[in-house]
């Protein structure tokens, strides 16, 4: 058996809150984060809301960010950071505590924030776009646009905060992508490239481009209210959640010679592709089986020690009957006994970022021995027909859980969290 | 950190000099660059530039079938043109299941075109209006227009095309991002999680919004023109590849971040170099050719001069540089500076060393070491300053 990495520190932002207990607290009590969007005039938009952090809680954020750090143009930045600056201070670290090689930054990111303004501003009704005059106008690109926000910023400005020198990565594998940030700090750690990685993802889509890109696609819902219902026989999509989850990953050894607390122990990963289509999960879900078992193997654990499956659960009409029937061709007879539900219902789809807040509710669930609900889940597809702790927050052993996170694209990840020894 | 050699089974590479590896090599040799004033309109308002672009690829060439190729553009076709010739050149052992096979990338971001998203606000004179987008602009956008943005759908494409269904990531963007891809695909297969792994690195397509971007992130203009390119390369456990099949071996590899209290991005080259030297096993006397960055930018040139300087002292290995000939690939340009690295130790006589290194590098008169390379150091300097050292080598 894999003992694993220790988990001691968590942070993040989510349409919950931006400290991990309220967003833990409210995840449990079953409450949404989701509502009518306010950071732009959403009116036409024909989707009713999303996850979307408070402009009360981006302020606070702003405010409680380094002056160097608080003018950030783009959210998913300004997330990474606060969450980031929660989980070195929850590790009881402080910036330039561990200024050293042996100290990295993975981070996974999703698609650039192109802003319509980028377009219209040097859209030419006759001819286009006007290229030449844009080259000499830079400047008025939008300081929350792709322009000015490589995806490698947040990986960049987290290291140069908290003065880590040591192996880095921005993943950007889609819905899979904070996952894999994760599971490849956990491998730096394994392979002595380095003790201790602050590593999550961070992304927002909750922009006029980005959403329409979701509408675009067929992938979001359009359902009157604002909700998800992951695993309900009317779930219509998925809601378009923002955010950020960053960890502090160490090894045990430098751990315990600090004299720090693990929440938890990551103890597999797994990757997969499901070399299918860009735009449809494979139909028996053979990548997402593989990254299930693969993280099993990893972690040398049985279907049996787990008892926990923090599902993907988008609440689109593909993938929640794929990735259930995923869970029983790896669990078999166990897939029975086990819980399993969705973060999303509650904060959305946070796309890039998604397996970030998913991965820390999965340690807490571990370390506290409590899981929170699927909300909105009132009427069970047939064809889900796992138990999704619908109607509250379930006490119950969780010596081990899984976290899943598929991508548009087939690219999948699983993380295995057990108890620390 | 004690790294495992892994060996390397195959090569594919696309550059302004054509598709393969021989086209690249013989232009290196020549001394001949590929990189001219690029009088694209689209880039008329910015400074001139040089660039070293790639010829177009036929998606037919590249199996791409007509609906895949539909939210396919240059980036991805570049891509899939190296996988392509790997596949081709070095055929990879068919019993491998598809499970075992990796597939890592570091991957330059996809950039818009120009055009795109006007006609959805074509009619707001300049102003952003929210309620004719949502009820009427957004039907001028292409439904699979998303798509064609994310580096990670060319990358699931490539993985559709080839059957590739193991451990994975895409990373961005920059030469960091690919540095990183070659260490978790060694590390794949290291780790024993994969029979095969795969690693790509692929530039951006140059255009006025790769240039926006890339100027307002302050990594250009700066010396040195821009090149388009792709190179795709094959680890395999050791067991399943024959001596013949073999065309090197990747020994070690360190990443470091440059940061001012640590003493700067010479430091942080000084130690990415001992780093990937340490992790192979290897002294500097062990180092017979030293394929250096070499952006010609003067700062990131001068600290990379000083590392060397430091690092290996009176010992003067065979030095080569890329950028001069095929400008620089960005994300793509790590997998170039490897498969070069090793074209030079599989032929044994690496072209003259870059002329601007100033002393640095053993030369015609000769130097220290041996008279055949058997190791190669390649460094790399990425956006934000993360430095990166590979070392690969003809044995294990």
């Known amino acids: 058996m894999s003992a694993g990495v220790f988990i001691t520190g968590l942070g993040m932002v989510t349409s919950l809150g931006a400290d991990v207990e309220t967003c833990w607290r409210r995840a449990l009590a079953g409450e949404s984060g989701l509502s009518p969007i306010t950071s732009f005039d959403a009116k036409a938009l024909p989707v009713a809301g999303a996850g979307e952090v408070s402009e009360e809680t981006l302020r606070a954020i702003r405010e409680r960010l380094p002056e160097e750090y608080a003018g950030e143009g783009e959210r998913r930045v300004l997330f990474a950071l606060d969450a980031a600056q929660n989980a070195m201070t929850d590790a009881g670290m402080r910036p330039g505590d561990y200024t050293s090689e042996r100290a990295g930054v993975v981070m996974g990111t999703g698609l650039s924030s192109y802003r319509l303004e980028d377009f219209a501003a040097w859209a030419d009704p006759e001819n286009g776009f006007d290229a030449a005059r844009f080259a000499r106008e830079l400047e008025m690109t939008q300081a929350s646009g792709y322009f000015n926000n490589p995806p490698e910023r947040a990986t960049s400005l987290m290291a140069e905060w908290f003065e880590l020198a040591g192996p880095t990565g921005t993943i950007t594998s889609a819905c899979a992508a904070a996952g894999q940030a994760i599971g490849l700090g956990m491998r730096m750690i394994r392979r002595g490239e380095a003790d201790v990685v602050l590593c999550g993802g961070a992304d927002s889509m909750i922009h006029p481009v980005g959403m329409a890109i979701f509408l675009l696609l067929g992938a979001a819902s359009k359902s009157k209210d604002p909700i998800c219902r992951p695993f309900d026989r009317r779930r219509s999509g998925l809601a378009v959640g923002e955010g950020a989850g960053v960890v502090v990953l160490e090894s045990q050894d430098h751990a315990r010679a600090r004299g720090a607390a693990p929440y938890a122990a990551l103890s597999g990963y797994s990757a997969s592709m499901d070399a299918h289509q860009v735009t449809a999960p494979h139909p028996a879900g053979r990548g997402a089986v593989r990254s299930m078992s693969g993280a099993m193997e990893d972690a040398g654990l049985a279907p049996d020690d787990v008892a926990y499956v923090n599902a993907h659960g988008t609440g689109t009409k593909l993938n929640d009957p794929v990735e259930t029937r995923a869970i029983r061709e790896v669990f078999g007879a166990r897939a029975d006994s086990l819980a399993v539900s969705s973060s999303k219902s509650m904060i959305g789809h946070l796309i890039a970022a998604c397996g970030a807040p998913e991965f820390i509710f999965t340690a807490l669930s571990v370390a506290r021995d409590i899981v929170h609900p699927t909300t909105c889940l009132e009427n069970p597809d047939p064809k889900c027909d796992l138990d999704y702790v619908a109607g509250g927050a379930r006490e119950m052993p969780v010596p081990a859980a899984i976290t899943n996170s598929f991508g548009f694209g087939g690219q999948n990840a699983t993380l295995l969290v057990r108890k620390a020894a | ?396």
């Open chain 2, 1 to 396: 950190m004690n790294f495992s050699p892994i060996p390397i089974t195959g090569v594919g590479l696309v550059t302004a000099a054509g598709r393969g590896v021989e086209p690249a090599w013989k232009a290196l040799c020549a001394g001949r660059s590929l990189l001219a004033l690029d009088a694209d309109p689209e880039l008329s308002g910015f400074p001139p530039i040089e660039t070293a672009r790639c010829a177009r690829i036929d998606p037919k060439s590249i199996g791409a079938d007509r609906r895949a190729a539909r939210i396919m553009g240059h980036h991805t076709h570049m891509l899939l043109a190296a996988i392509h010739d790997v596949a081709a050149e070095a055929p990879a052992a068919p019993a491998v299941e598809e499970e075992e096979i990796a597939f890592f990338a570091g991957m330059d971001s996809v950039d818009p075109g120009k055009d795109d998203l006007v006609g959805a606000v074509r009619e707001s004179d300049g102003r952003v209006d929210l309620g004719h987008f949502f009820s009427e602009g957004m039907d001028a956008i292409p439904p699979l227009w998303p798509l064609g943005l994310l580096n990670a759908i060319g990358f699931s494409q490539a993985a559709i095309q080839q059957g590739w269904r193991g451990e994975n990531a895409v990373f961005s963007a920059g030469p960091e991002a690919t540095a990183r891809a070659v260490c978790e695909a060694a590390d794949s297969v290291g780790a024993g999680k994969a029979k095969h792994a795969l690693c790509a690195g692929v530039s951006g397509v140059i255009s006025a919004r790769m240039l926006a971007r890339a100027q307002r992130g302050g990594i250009w203009p700066r010396a040195g023109g821009l090149g388009e390119g792709a190179g795709v390369i094959r680890f395999e456990e050791p067991g399943d590849a024959g001596p013949s099949d073999v065309l090197g071996w990747l020994k070690g590899h360190c990443s470091v971040r440059a940061l001012e209290k640590r003493g700067g991005l010479a430091r942080a080259v000084q130690e990415s170099a001992r780093g990937a030297l340490t992790s192979a096993g290897l002294e500097p006397d062990d180092v017979d050719l030293l394929v250096i960055h070499g952006e010609g930018e003067p700062g990131a040139d001068g600290a990379e001069a000083e590392a060397v300087s430091a690092v290996f002292g009176d010992h003067k290995p065979w030095g080569l540089a890329t950028k001069g000939v095929f400008g620089h690939l960005w994300g793509g340009s790590p997998a170039l500076d490897l498969i070069m690295a090793m074209k030079a130790l599989a032929e044994g006589a690496p072209p003259a060393p870059p002329a601007a290194a100033g002393g640095l590098f053993r030369d015609a008169a000769g130097g220290s070491g041996r008279d055949e390379p058997e190791n190669a150091l390649v460094l790399l300097q990425g956006f934000d300053g993360v430095c990166s050292g590979l070392v690969v080598g003809k044995q294990a």
